[in-house]
């Protein structure tokens, strides 16, 4: 696993912007995951821009968004699928039938976890994987737990989890309880994984998860050390004064 210490967000975004960037150009239709939160808002802005004064094309991409919540509609504002377009999609040439993201209404939601699977296998794999963490160490929406689920599932969200999201709806109580989240195995099955961190909140799992290199199921972002490409980028906050700044790619 390599990590990159950013300057700041600002640097952390446009370093992974040029991450994902240098991979549409080298792959013209790649196949991207997407994660939705705080984190990666200023890596989508930066490929905003890339795509309107650079040309950056997405006309061949895919994308696969790594969850969402359930019991809420796409157009409702709190989706994800909802957040994604006004943050991204609906500013850059992403064709809409090349974009996946968990349908948090489905009406048999394990046969449409089965089908995100299917969907995944048949267009994947995935080339690349965005990821925020949380402050307890999910991933996607993998709650730490005694076990790990491999396949796309429903998962109940973790108190802290609900703290964290429950402030971006009018009444916190509206904040749904479950989602649905790609599993570790589509997330382990990416060829590169590209994890972003920023600010003091993320200090202290930044530095449970890279003090001494273990796996475990309390900690799901640690299975990222079992990749063969996964690079962590954060800023200097998340990544305290214990590393250095290095330089991205
Ligand atoms: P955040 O969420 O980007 O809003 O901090 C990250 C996550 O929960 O994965």
């Given at each position: 696993m390599k990590t990159s210490v950013a300057y700041d967000y600002r640097d952390m975004s446009k370093m992974a912007a040029k991450m994902v960037a240098d991979a549409i150009r080298a792959r013209p239709n790649l196949v991207l995951g997407l994660a939705t939160g705080g984190t990666p808002l200023g890596m989508y802005k930066e490929l905003i821009r890339m795509h309107i004064?650079?040309?950056?094309?997405?006309?061949?991409v895919t994308t696969f968004n790594l969850d969402e919540f359930c019991g809420?509609?796409?157009?409702?504002?709190?989706?994800y699928r909802y957040y994604m377009c006004q943050n991204f999609f609906n500013h850059v040439n992403v064709k809409p039938e090349n974009i996946y993201i968990p349908d948090g209404?489905?009406?048999?939601i394990e046969e449409f976890c089965r089908e995100y699977d299917r969907k995944i296998e048949e267009l994947g794999p995935i080339d690349l994987q965005i990821l925020g963490i949380g402050r307890?160490?999910?991933?996607?929406?993998?709650?730490?737990?005694d076990r790990l689920k491999v396949d796309t599932h429903v998962v109940t969200l973790a108190e802290e989890t609900i703290r964290d999201n429950?402030?971006?709806?009018?009444?916190?109580?509206?904040?749904?309880k479950k989602a649905i989240t790609m599993g570790l195995g589509a997330i382990m099955k990416t060829k590169k994984i590209l994890l972003l961190a920023n600010g003091r909140k993320k200090a202290t799992i930044m530095a449970s998860l890279l003090k001494d290199r273990h796996v475990t199921t309390k900690l799901?972002?640690?299975?990222?050390?079992?990749?063969?490409d996964a690079t962590i980028i954060m800023d200097r906050e998340a990544a305290g004064e214990a590393l250095e700044r290095k330089t991205a790619g």
């Open positions: 004064e650079e040309g950056l094309d997405f006309s061949q809420i509609s796409p157009d409702n504002k709190h989706s209404k489905a009406e048999d307890n160490g999910h991933i996607g929406f993998n709650e730490p737990a429950g402030s971006f709806f009018d009444d916190p109580l509206d904040m749904p799901p972002a640690s299975f990222l050390y079992l990749h063969p």
